[in-house]
Structure formats: C-alpha cells, structure tokens
C-alpha cells in the first residue's frame, strides 16, 4: 500500500521556512459603502479607527474620480508615483488594515479601468471616491509593520 502524504507534516516542513504565518480568529464583519468626494483609503482607515479596529483584510468594488498609483521599484528600493486625473472603475481592490508607525494604515491595491475597459493597476494610495463598497472582516489580532531589510519595506509578522 502506497503511503499516503499527511498534510501536517507537509506544513511542518515548508520549503522556505522564512514564510511567516499566524492563525488569526474573525471577530467582526463589515459592509461600508464609502463617501463620494472622500478619499477611498482614508475613509477605511477613519473606519478602523472608529471600530478600534487593528488588523482586518478587505475587498471592494466602486468607482473613483482620481487615483494616485504607486509602484515599488525593487532595485531602487523607493516607491514611483502616477497620478490619474480621469474618472475610473474600481474592478477590484484589495487590502488590509495594520499597524503603521502607531497608526492604523489601509494597504490598499486595485484594479482600475477605462471607458476602453484598458486597465491599470497598483498600490492605491489615494482617490476621491465617486461610489465605493467594501466589505471588511476584522481579525482579534493586530497586525504591526515593522521595517524588512531585505525589501526595504514595512512588513507585518
Ligand atoms: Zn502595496
């Protein structure tokens, strides 16, 4: 008979064991449907504040007036800014609320599109909400970025 694999020793030996991981318990659910004219990341983050919320993992869908994109150069280590002055959809978003320096900060991404229906995407780190729906699941445990030397980045775990 052939062995079987037992799937806990499969997780117990993780090829790359610099994989961070936690079990997290959902306490809270969430349906906002956000602002227009209010900026789409900071209306989440007034929310978890408003909640008392420190870890929470978030989608969304809407449309936005503007957006201010940004992509991390991984040579360069710095973030490149692309600001869009038109009206777009948000056909996808998605982010999680943690602990940034002491504030509660949205990493927010998403997908954005044209009348054309083109798409552009990235880490959304500003746009003034036209319509926005988000759907947010609060965990009990915080999550805390702290500085990862080898991306130059505020990671949590
Ligand atoms: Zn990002």
């Known amino acids: ?14 090829k790359w064991p610099g994989m961070q991981y936690r079990e997290v318990d959902a306490t809270r659910e969430f349906l906002l449907r956000l602002e227009t004219g209010a900026d789409w990341r ?51 978003c998605v982010g999680n609320v943690s602990d940034l320096d002491g504030d509660r900060f949205a990493h927010t991404h998403a997908v954005l599109s044209r009348p054309s229906g083109q798409s552009l995407a990235g880490h959304l780190n500003a746009a003034t909400v036209f319509a926005g729906e988000v759907y947010l699941r609060a965990f009990e445990e915080p999550l805390v970025r702290e500085h990862h030397e080898p991306t130059d980045l505020d990671l949590w775990l």
């Open 1 to 14: 008979m052939r062995a079987v694999p037992n799937p806990v020793f499969l997780f117990a030996s993780l």
């Open 42 to 92: 900071t209306e989440i983050e007034e929310f978890a504040d408003l909640k008392g919320i420190d870890a929470a993992w978030f989608q969304a869908m809407g449309a936005v007036q503007d957006a201010e994109v940004w992509f991390y150069d991984q040579d360069d280590k710095e973030y490149q800014s692309v600001r869009f002055d038109e009206p777009l959809e948000v056909a996808a």
